[in-house]
């Protein structure tokens, strides 16, 4: 019972500005989000969630977050509602981001792999939340620097994301020169 006198008001500003933010919008918003997508919310992500989806209210012109919270919970607002999940997902990503995964690829998973292709077997990679693109080709290069007769055998890459607009840059494969620098040869 202590720690429910402790509990803030949800009905309690937790951000002032532009666009006040309550505590009850929070709750609303991070259980869309996790009902929808598997992305927990904590509260100390309000600054984050404020500063993302205030460019969105200001976009369709919603006068505060309750009526925000209103539009993307009813039938009208499902493109709000994938909107709304873009804004609050990061999609920062690289080729070859992370080089240690890469190397762990090559050394630990893709010989195996390899080697069953080679066999008849099946061989499937998924790249879950694959943003733009650059991780699933970074993988697809790796495994290509290998065994460059890949396409010969039953080798399959998915690459998904919640965010059908990242997927679609993905899907597209071109990107800026600078993008690409530091793919090697």
């Not at 609303?28 to 009902?35: A, D, G, L, V």
């Not at 080697?115 to 495994?143: D, F, M, N």
């Amino acid at each position: 019972m202590a720690s429910l006198a402790l509990a803030r008001p949800r009905s309690e500003i937790i951000i002032e500005g532009e666009f006040p933010f309550r505590a009850r919008d929070f709750d609303r918003i991070s259980s869309m989000i996790r009902e929808q997508s598997g992305i927990a919310l904590q509260e100390s992500k309000a600054a984050l969630v404020y500063s993302r989806l205030a460019k969105r209210l200001r976009a369709i012109g919603c006068a505060t977050f309750e009526a925000y919270c209103e539009l993307v919970c009813s039938p009208q607002g499902a493109d709000e509602r994938l909107a709304m999940l873009a804004a609050l997902t990061t999609n920062y990503t690289s080729f070859f981001r992370e080089q240690h995964h890469f190397d762990y690829l090559r050394a630990q998973v893709f010989p195996s792999l390899i080697k069953q292709a080679r066999e008849g077997g099946r061989v499937r990679i998924w790249s879950a939340a694959c943003s733009t693109g650059e991780e699933p080709y970074s993988i697809a290069l790796t495994l290509l620097d290998m065994f460059p007769e890949a396409a010969r055998y039953d080798i399959r890459l998915l690459a998904t994301d919640i965010d059908h607009k990242v997927v679609a840059t993905a899907k597209a494969g071109q990107y800026r020169d600078e993008t690409v620098a530091a793919v090697p040869l």
